[in-house]
């Protein structure tokens, strides 16, 4: 893929590098697997690249017991804890995401979401995007996940990884940066009623396969695979396109960037 002015966001799903249906348990293997694939695209492809990584069964474990997504009370100490219990979560899983980079020698540097963006009623109002600009000219990794953002009317609530993503994605369309989104998870892309992976997704296809479309597996309070799809088609109508594809098998994502052949879900405008 040209590099120039060409920005790559990769987001590790949580269901592939944790076990939704065993709070805060790491799927070891292939959290190695994607680790190694995106420190070989780092060192050797010459692509920047922005990582984010999904919450799997350690922040979604959290968040769903105090449904800190639909706000909080401040008068509420027990709600005021859980806000804090969601966010310790999440840190601590990124925190194990970052030094497994650390350990190959990858200077990957935490974007913490709630100290860039503001949310009201669960919508992004405002963003300071200074850091992240200039993190781009620095020859690091930014990586961000989903997490408890601060929200004028209700407090806190959650930007999935996806909505960070898309977000920052708009930034950079906007700065003239060509802009690329890849999904790695468990699957070779987004299935049909078959089983068989949707080649491309487009706003005109997507009402006849969207039946086909599932939620995640395991605990996830921010949609699943139908939002990652959703997200993608109105990031499409701005030009960026978005790859839906396997994170398990090792090369597969280095062949996706590299123009190779391997299977995938290209969600576009047309």
């Known amino acids: 893929m040209e590099t120039n002015k060409h920005i790559v966001l990769i987001k590790i799903g949580g269901s592939l590098i944790t076990n939704k249906n065993k709070p805060f348990s790491l799927q070891e293997s292939n959290l190695d697997v994607i680790v190694n694939e995106i420190a070989y695209l780092f060192n050797h492809a010459g692509l920047k690249i922005i990582l984010g990584h999904g919450s799997g069964s350690f922040g979604h474990t959290a968040a769903a017991k105090h449904q800190t997504q639909n706000g909080l009370d401040p008068k509420n100490p027990n709600q005021v804890l859980g806000m804090a219990q969601v966010k310790e979560a999440a840190t601590r899983l990124n925190q194990i995401i970052i030094q497994r980079f650390i350990n190959q020698n990858i200077p ?68 003239a940066y060509q802009t690329t989104i890849v999904h790695c998870g468990v699957t070779e892309g987004v299935y049909d009623a078959n089983g068989k992976t949707i080649p491309v997704i487009t706003p005109d296809n997507f009402n006849q396969v969207k039946a086909s479309i599932t939620g995640s597996a395991g605990v996830d309070i ?23 594809t396997d994170g398990v098998t090792k090369g597969s994502l280095r062949r996706l960037l590299l123009d190779q052949d391997t299977s995938k879900t290209t969600i576009i405008k047309v």
């Open 108 to 175: 990957a540097i935490t974007l913490h979401p709630d100290s860039f963006m503001f949310a009201e009623n669960k919508k992004p109002i405002m963003a300071f995007w200074n850091n992240l600009n200039h993190l781009l000219y620095l020859p690091v990794l930014p990586v961000v996940y989903g997490d408890v953002i601060f929200d004028k009317f209700l407090t806190a609530t959650i930007f999935s990884t996806e909505k960070v993503l898309a977000e920052t994605a708009k930034l950079l369309t906007g700065q």
């Open 222 to 244: 921010t949609g699943g695979m139908i939002h990652k799809v959703k997200t993608s088609l109105e990031l499409a109508k701005l030009g960026i396109t978005s790859y839906i």
